[in-house]
């Protein structure tokens, strides 16, 4: 057996994988499509692409097997291949955490001391599901919301939430999630809270996270 071959064409196959997501923009698109299936056009508005972009990088997605897509009257509509794909953007993520130092400084740059807001925990989440004294809030966008939630979260997006304050009952605790670790949903919703006089934290982990981890989710 020609071992120097093997390997060669091994590691040619797992470059693939690499080649694929080497490119922030499609990083952002796993990411999007990590929270619900989306349309060419709706990629293209979240991303800040051309249609014609984000066709192009969704075609390379595509060629890496990362991505699957399904044609719905006139529309496109992707989605992740596998969990496994999530699976890789969180070791990504993990991994420049803790070897990229310029990772918390942008982090520092843009939102500050996070630890003011009181980061949730996901275990301390888990143990209180169902907790009539805790509000689960989901405040990502209502499409991202149907497609799958945290069991027993209810969904106001973040930019509805100041008109939808009335909603909510002030006696209660709320914790807002959103897409991940650098989605500013959350931060922005708890802010908005606590100056309305609402005892609020923020997830530390976002919807995709949770979903990976085996633990309770609905859809609607």
Same mark, same amino acid.
Request: charged letters at 30%; hydrophobic letters at 40%.
């Given at each position: 057996?020609?071992?120097?071959?093997?390997?060669?064409?091994?590691?040619?196959?797992?470059?693939?994988?690499?080649?694929?997501?080497?490119?922030?923009?499609?990083? !952002?698109?796993?990411?999007?499509?990590?929270?619900? &299936?989306?349309?060419?056009?709706?990629?293209?508005?979240?991303?800040?692409?051309?249609?014609?972009?984000?066709?192009?990088?969704?075609?390379?997605? +595509?060629?890496?097997? *990362?991505?699957?897509?399904?044609?719905?009257?006139?529309?496109?509509? %992707? @989605?992740?291949?596998?969990?496994?794909? #999530?699976?890789? $953007?969180?070791?990504? @993520?993990?991994?420049?955490? *803790?070897?990229?130092?310029?990772?918390? +400084?942008?982090?520092?740059? #843009?939102?500050?001391?996070?630890?003011?807001?009181?980061? #949730?925990?996901?275990?301390?989440?888990?143990? @209180? $599901?169902?907790?009539?004294?805790?509000?689960?809030?989901?405040?990502?966008?209502?499409?991202? %919301?149907?497609?799958?939630?945290?069991?027993?979260?209810?969904?106001?997006?973040?930019?509805?939430?100041?008109?939808?304050?009335? !909603?909510?009952?002030?006696?209660? &605790?709320?914790?807002?999630?959103? @897409?991940?670790?650098?989605?500013? #949903?959350?931060?922005?919703?708890? &802010?908005? $809270?606590?100056?309305?006089?609402?005892?609020?934290?923020?997830?530390?982990?976002?919807?995709?996270?949770?979903?990976?981890?085996? $633990?309770?989710?609905?859809?609607?």
């Amino acid at each position: 057996m020609n071992h120097r071959l093997l390997k060669s064409q091994i590691h040619e196959q797992f470059a693939r994988i690499a080649k694929a997501i080497a490119n922030p923009h499609r990083l !952002e698109i796993l990411d999007l499509l990590a929270q619900a &299936e989306r349309s060419v056009e709706e990629l293209a508005v979240e991303t800040g692409l051309n249609i014609a972009n984000a066709s192009q990088h969704l075609q390379v997605l +595509r060629e890496g097997r *990362l991505v699957e897509s399904q044609k719905r009257g006139q529309r496109v509509y %992707y @989605r992740l291949a596998d969990s496994n794909v #999530f699976r890789l $953007l969180q070791i990504i @993520r993990d991994v420049a955490v *803790l070897q990229l130092p310029e990772v918390d +400084r942008i982090v520092n740059n #843009f939102l500050g001391d996070r630890q003011a807001l009181e980061p #949730f925990a996901r275990r301390e989440l888990l143990d @209180r $599901l169902g907790d009539a004294d805790l509000i689960i809030l989901d405040v990502r966008p209502a499409l991202e %919301y149907r497609q799958g939630h945290i069991s027993g979260a209810r969904t106001i997006p973040v930019d509805e939430l100041k008109s939808r304050l009335n !909603e909510l009952p002030r006696e209660q &605790e709320i914790v807002a999630y959103c @897409r991940g670790p650098y989605c500013v #949903f959350a931060d922005e919703a708890v &802010e908005i $809270l606590a100056a309305h006089g609402y005892k609020a934290r923020r997830l530390v982990e976002g919807y995709p996270d949770w979903r990976l981890a085996g $633990l309770p989710i609905q859809t609607s």
